[in-house]
Nanobody, 122 residues
């Protein structure tokens, strides 16, 4: 099995910064993509940013220029640096990973973290 553990959420004033971390552990052969999603109250979960196994990254339009996703493949960890935070960024942020595991069979599955709350006050 694979576990994703997030950290770094909290309360910050508008214009401030936070850095989220998500560490993967378990029977991991390879991590193809690591992503951050968020879900605000009463809204659907939405993709924030994705980092592929190489250096390619992809961002939702609403965070471009403000958020930066990065990976440390040796540590199996993905980060989300969030700058110029706005009250609209308030949400639970979830880590997501597409992971190849080696067990009785080689398999690829998507895993989720438990979520970390980010609250931005105006």
């Amino acid at each position: 099995q694979v576990q994703l553990v997030e950290s770094g959420g909290g309360l910050v004033q508008a214009g401030g910064s936070l850095r989220l971390s998500c560490a993967a552990s378990g029977s991991i052969l390879s991590i193809m993509t690591m992503s951050w999603f968020r879900q605000a109250p009463g809204k659907q979960r939405e993709l924030v940013a994705t980092a592929a196994s190489g250096s390619s990254t992809n961002y939702a339009d609403f965070v471009k220029g403000r958020f930066t996703i990065s990976r440390d493949n040796a540590k199996k960890t993905v980060y989300l640096q969030m700058n110029s935070l706005e009250p609209e960024d308030t949400a639970v942020y979830y880590c997501n990973a597409l992971v190849m595991t080696l067990g009785p069979l080689l398999s690829t599955n998507t895993y989720w973290g438990q979520g970390t709350q980010v609250t931005v006050s105006s």
